[in-house]
C-alpha cells in the first residue's frame, strides 16, 4: 500500500464571527489517500490556511520539506515510523508551533488508515481496553454579549447539560487576559460568584471545572481566587497562567489546594515532559491535533501515567477530534473524563453538521467505539458549502497549491 495523494480541506462556518476567541469556526480536514482507495481522515487546530501550506509547500533540502512531499509513495501504515521522517524532515521549520500541528492531521489519518485496514477501531490498536464506558464532559456555551445574559445563559447551559446526562461540565470564566469574551469585563470576585451559580445549579453530584483561559498575571492572584473556592468542589482549574512560565505554573501547582491543568496548545511529548517536571501541572491536556497527532498524544498519555499525572484532551473542532480523543480515552486509565460535546448541543455548526460518528451519547456515558479506525464519515454536502465560504473570505490562500 502507497500514500498517492493529501487532500487539504479549508473550512470555515459562513457566520463565523471574527470577534470571538473560538477555534470551532473554522478547520483543515486532510484526508490521506491510498492506491487501495483505503483514505484516512484526521483534522487539527490551527489557523486553516497556514496549516494547509505547510502541508503543501515545498521545500528546498533534506531538513525543509513540505509534509506533503515526504509523505507521498510511503506505506501508511507504520504513523509512528513516518511521524519521526515528517519532525525530522520539517526540522528547520518546525520542530514546535504550526508544522507540529499540520503533523497532527496527517499522522490523525494515517491512524484511522490502519485501522480500517486491519478492520478494528483505532484504540484497539493500541492495547486492550481500560474502560468498558466513557465518561465525557460538557464544555458550557454561554451567550457573553453582555454580562447579565452571561450569567442568565451559562446557568441555563449548565442546567441543560445535567438534563441531558452529563455528570461533568466545564464554565469558561474569562473577564480578563487575552480570551476575554467579547470585551467583558469584571473583576475576579464575579468568577466566584459564577463557580457558585453554577455549583447551585448542578447540585454536588456534578464535577465541576473551571478554565480562567491564561487570565491571571500572578501565583499571588490565582492564589487569591481560588482561597475563595473552598466549599465549591472544583475538580480542576483549566490554563490560569501564560503556557510558557514553568516557574510560576510549578510555583502555583504546588501551593493551590485547586489541582491546576494546562496543555491545549503545546506540541510534542517533550513540552508535555517540560509542562509535568518542571511546570509541576496535574493534569496534562494534549490537543490530539496540536500536539503532533495521535503518535505522540499517545506518548503524552504514556508519560502522565509515568509521573502519576492525569489526562484530560482537549477537543474544541469537529467531530474527527471528539472521535480521537474517545479512542485515547479507551486505553487510558489515567483520563478520567474528556471534552465532548454532543452535536445538537453545539453552538458550532461544523460540530454539528461535518461528519456522520458513531458516538452517541447516552445516560452521561458514550459506548465504545466500534467501527474501523476513527469511526467518523465525512458529509459532502457539508464540506462544499464549509469550503466556499472559506473561499469567500480568502480566495489565493483558498485555493494555494491546487
Not at 478494528?120 to 486492550?128: A, E, H, I, K, S
Not at 499571588?220 to 473556592?229: D, G, I
Not at 494534549?286 to 503518535?295: F, L, M
Not at 455548526?349 to 465525512?378: I, Q, S
Request: aromatic share 8%.
Amino acid at each position: 500500500m502507497k500514500v498517492v495523494d493529501i487532500r487539504t480541506h479549508v473550512l470555515l462556518d459562513p457566520d463565523f464571527d471574527i470577534g470571538a476567541t473560538s477555534s470551532a469556526q473554522d478547520t483543515i480536514v486532510v484526508e490521506v489517500v491510498t492506491d487501495e482507495g483505503i483514505v484516512g481522515v484526521g483534522e487539527t487546530d490551527l489557523n486553516a490556511w497556514i496549516a494547509r501550506a505547510c502541508i503543501e509547500s515545498p521545500g528546498t533540502h533534506t531538513m525543509d520539506q513540505g509534509i506533503k512531499h515526504l509523505l507521498l509513495g510511503r506505506d501508511p501504515l507504520d504513523p509512528e515510523a513516518i511521524w519521526r521522517e515528517l519532525y525530522v524532515g520539517t526540522a528547520m521549520t518546525g520542530r514546535r508551533g504550526a508544522v507540529v500541528h499540520a503533523i497532527g492531521a496527517v499522522d490523525m489519518a494515517l491512524w484511522d488508515i490502519v485501522g480500517k485496514v486491519r478492520g478494528v477501531p483505532c484504540w484497539q490498536l493500541w492495547g486492550d481496553a481500560a474502560v468498558s464506558t466513557l465518561t465525557p464532559y460538557a464544555s458550557l456555551q454561554p451567550d457573553a454579549s453582555s454580562m447579565s445574559i452571561y450569567e442568565e445563559t451559562m446557568v441555563e447551559w449548565a442546567r441543560r447539560a445535567v438534563q441531558a446526562g452529563f455528570t461533568a461540565v466545564k464554565l469558561e470564566a474569562t473577564f480578563d487576559g487575552p480570551y476575554r469574551h467579547k470585551g467583558l469585563k469584571a473583576g475576579d470576585e464575579k468568577i466566584t460568584e459564577i463557580l457558585q451559580t453554577v455549583r447551585d445549579t448542578v447540585g454536588p453530584g456534578v464535577r465541576m471545572m473551571v478554565d480562567v483561559q491564561y487570565a491571571f498575571d500572578s501565583v499571588e492572584r490565582a492564589l487569591r481566587v481560588t482561597r475563595e473556592w473552598n466549599d465549591l468542589d472544583v475538580f480542576f482549574l483549566e490554563a490560569p497562567l501564560w503556557p510558557d512560565d514553568l516557574t510560576k505554573y510549578a510555583e502555583l501547582s504546588t501551593q493551590s489546594k485547586v489541582p491546576i491543568a494546562s496543555g491545549e496548545w503545546l506540541a510534542t511529548e517533550w513540552e508535555f515532559r517540560d509542562l509535568a517536571e518542571r511546570g509541576k501541572v496535574q493534569f496534562l491536556q494534549p490537543d490530539t491535533g496540536r500536539v503532533g497527532g495521535i503518535s505522540q498524544a499517545l506518548k503524552v498519555c504514556r508519560l502522565a501515567a509515568d509521573l502519576g499525572r492525569q489526562v484530560v484532551p482537549h477537543a474544541w473542532k469537529t467531530g474527527i477530534s471528539t472521535a480521537a480523543a474517545a479512542h485515547l480515552a479507551m486505553v487510558t486509565p489515567h483520563m478520567p473524563t474528556f471534552e465532548f460535546l454532543p452535536p445538537e448541543l453545539s453552538t458550532s455548526r461544523l460540530r454539528r453538521e461535518l461528519v456522520l460518528e458513531e458516538l452517541v451519547f447516552e445516560n452521561g456515558l458514550l459506548a465504545p467505539p466500534t467501527k474501523p479506525g476513527l469511526g467518523v464519515e465525512l458529509v459532502p454536502e457539508a464540506m462544499a458549502e464549509f469550503a466556499a465560504a472559506a473561499e469567500r473570505v480568502w480566495p489565493s490562500a483558498a485555493g494555494m497549491a491546487r
